[in-house]
């Protein structure tokens, strides 16, 4: 037997009223889902608990079984184990996107400005990381890392790891996603160490914003990406083993630091796979293969897919409906033959993990649809997988039941 779990980020959403009242995944193309939809069961779940801040470092630890009320120290902690970086006692780890703010002009204050891109326009690969290591290399720059105590890890998107050698987390701050479009002064970093994270943005700011690759991006129409913004603060969290839970094992397929994160800290391998960059063009038939390859060694296999996510960040309601279709034809597709190939029953549990806003652009902690198919079995329910079906199959209250779910535990 088989297990496989798909998880399409930030795919849940509200109708839309372009959509004639629809949401995306009402609308979008996705007949061979639709199809395992109507021969499996489809229902909702919590995956974020009352009170607890959506997000997929929230939603997916209670995917995969672990409860964020009990282990979530903050979301930087997970992207620096799937960053490879291991803390230490006493270190504090920020998530730090590369931002794309507004440019007022000479005289602009820094408060005033507006988050444009949490991604500072979708910057990524090498272009990312010359940002960043110029920035680190600026002799002003450094001479504040240096007096702070504070080190990055670089990685080739607009999402980086800062380290805080000795602080404390106690600071509150706004994940960049949530406030697109406001002014950022107000969600500005409030608590312990709010000086000098603020000195550490402004400073940022000022550099980044002559840097030749954003002069070239403004002659492009592109955003320049010229802030650092820091949020997702944490201290090193510790994981039980997924094996160990559940018997089962395999890899974890994703894009996305923190879920490799995740994984790796549930002691579970989590792949690199060339030309997977968590965007709309991502390398969705490699992702298939290493999933495959996982199923052919175990019995488990997950796949990330973080493009819905991205493209209602972006408010772009086409390309979000593109992103779903997407993950029918170029993961569903190859999936199911691949699989049809190991000549072995499998049951696949597909779901997003949060709602994710075309509206404001922010995550909401909403149950989300989900869908759980068995190829031994057709229940013939006939319902095709979205927000309304799931109404109709009724609630599950604590998500870190659908592993036994996938399981038949």
Not at 34 to 43: N, Q, W
Not at 116 to 122: E, V
Not at 272 to 290: I, M, P, R, S
Request: proline share 6%; aromatic share 8%.
């Amino acid at each position: 037997m088989k297990y496989i779990l798909v998880i399409g980020d930030g795919m849940a959403d509200l109708p839309q009223d372009a959509l004639g009242g629809r949401t995306p995944l009402e609308a979008a193309q996705k007949p061979l889902i639709d199809s395992l939809a109507a021969r499996g069961i489809v229902g909702k779940a919590r995956t974020v608990p009352i009170g607890v801040p959506p997000g997929s470092d929230t939603a997916i630890l209670s995917i995969f079984g672990f409860d964020p009320r009990e282990v979530y120290t903050g979301r930087s902690p997970l992207e620096a184990a799937g960053s490879g970086l291991e803390l230490k006692a006493g270190n504090i780890s920020f998530r730090c996107n590369l931002c794309a703010i507004s440019e007022l002009g000479e005289g602009g204050a820094y408060e005033e400005q507006t988050m444009l891109s949490h991604s500072g326009g979708a910057i990524e690969g090498e272009l990312a990381q010359a940002l960043m290591r110029d920035l680190i290399a600026d002799e002003g720059f450094a001479a504040l890392l240096a007096e702070y105590g504070l080190w990055f890890q670089v990685n080739p998107s607009y999402r980086h790891i800062a380290v805080l050698e000795k602080g404390s987390d106690r600071v509150t701050l706004e994940p960049p996603h949530e406030i697109l479009g406001q002014g950022i002064k107000k969600y500005l970093p409030k608590g312990d160490g709010e000086g000098m994270l603020l000195a550490l943005m402004k400073a940022s700011y000022e550099i980044l914003g002559r840097h030749p690759i954003n002069e070239a991006r403004r002659r492009e129409g592109k955003p320049a990406a010229n802030s650092l913004w820091f949020w997702g603060q944490g201290k090193a969290v510790r994981l039980s083993d997924f094996g160990e839970n559940f018997g089962h094992f395999g890899g974890v397929i994703t894009a996305v630091p923190l879920v490799k994160g995740i994984a790796r800290l549930a002691g579970l391998p989590a792949p690199e796979v060339e030309g997977a960059n968590g965007e709309l063009d991502t390398n969705y038939e490699g992702k298939v293969e290493a999933a495959l390859l996982s199923l052919q060694k175990n019995d488990f296999a997950a796949l990330h897919i973080e493009a819905p996510d991205e493209m209602s960040h972006a408010g772009d309601l086409e390309k979000k409906l593109e992103a779903i279709a997407r993950i029918d034809r170029r993961v569903f597709a190859p999936l199911l033959v691949g699989l049809d190939k190991l000549k072995e029953p499998y049951r696949i549990l597909f779901l997003s993990d949060h709602y994710t806003l075309l509206s404001s652009g922010g995550h909401e902690g909403s149950p989300v649809p989900f869908l759980l198919y068995d190829s031994r079995v057709d229940l013939g329910r006939g319902l095709p997988y979205g927000e309304p079906s799931a109404e109709l199959g009724g609630l599950m209250e604590d998500a870190t039941k659908l592993m036994p779910l996938l399981f038949e535990q």
